[in-house]
């Protein structure tokens, strides 16, 4: 079992920057690809929406066009943590954000939808104001 915990999230100003992090316990994740997704106030846990992946050699990154630019993710697989670097941010980031790790080992692409991701964290809460 992997527990993933993430910490960092808190309310900033529209154009302000936050780092986000998910630290992992219970075995190491460096095989795993892992992402970060957010779920927007009034959306269900299947509306989640896939904000920045790494795969497991951390060589790989993806992000959606929302974010591209302005979200970095980055992991230490020696601190068995990932991280994720939020700059200007824009009030519609409000957003509950979630750590996930891939059900599958060594794969080399990102994938972006929920399913492919079997551990979660319980989520930080990202609060932007204009």
């Known amino acids: 079992q992997v527990q993933l915990v993430e910490s960092g999230g808190g309310l900033v100003q529209a154009g302000g920057s936050l780092r986000l992090s998910c630290a992992a316990s219970?075995?190491?994740?460096?095989?795993?690809?892992m992402a970060w997704f957010r779920q927007a106030p009034g959306k269900e846990r299947e509306e989640r929406e896939f904000?920045?992946?790494?795969?497991?050699?951390?060589?790989?990154?993806y992000y959606p066009d929302s974010v591209k630019g302005r979200f970095t993710i980055s992991r230490d697989n020696a601190k068995n943590t990932v991280y994720l670097r939020m700059n200007s941010l824009k009030p519609e980031d409000t957003a509950v954000y979630y750590c996930?790790?891939?059900?599958?080992?060594?794969?080399?692409?990102?994938?972006?939808?929920?399913?492919?991701?079997?551990?979660w964290g319980q989520g930080t809460q990202v609060t932007v104001s204009s």
């Open positions: 996930a790790a891939d059900r599958l080992s060594f794969r080399r692409q990102v994938v972006v939808t929920i399913d492919d991701y079997t551990y």
């Open positions: 219970g075995r190491t994740v460096s095989s795993y690809a």
């Open positions: 904000v920045a992946g790494i795969n497991w050699t951390g060589l790989n990154t």
